[in-house]
């Protein structure tokens, strides 16, 4: 979540100034100015997928072993 509150302004703010700079300057911009448009901004979406997907397995990884914990223990609660 902490990821996210600061991610989402820097993506904004990054945004704003593309925006600003295809509008004002579209026909003076060279190859090179528009590889890197692409990667300033497919690169951190990237990035945003990859912490959120590690997040997401990281969470279902931790009710796997909740889940485990639980059957083992319901399972020594019977045999006695």
């Known amino acids: 979540m902490i990821f996210w509150a600061l991610f989402a302004p820097a993506m904004i703010w990054t945004l704003l100034g ?6 004002n300057y579209f026909d003076e911009l060279t190859a ?7 990667l300033r901004f497919f690169f951190p979406v990237a990035l945003a997928t ?6 997401r397995r990281q969470q279902k990884q931790k009710q796997d072993l909740i889940k485990r ?7 020594n609660r019977s045999i006695k």
């Open 18 to 23: 593309v925006h600003e700079l295809y509008a």
């Open 32 to 38: 090179q100015d528009h590889m890197q448009f692409f």
């Open 50 to 55: 990859l912490v959120t997907v590690l997040e």
């Open 69 to 75: 914990g639980n059957d083992y223990l319901s399972r």
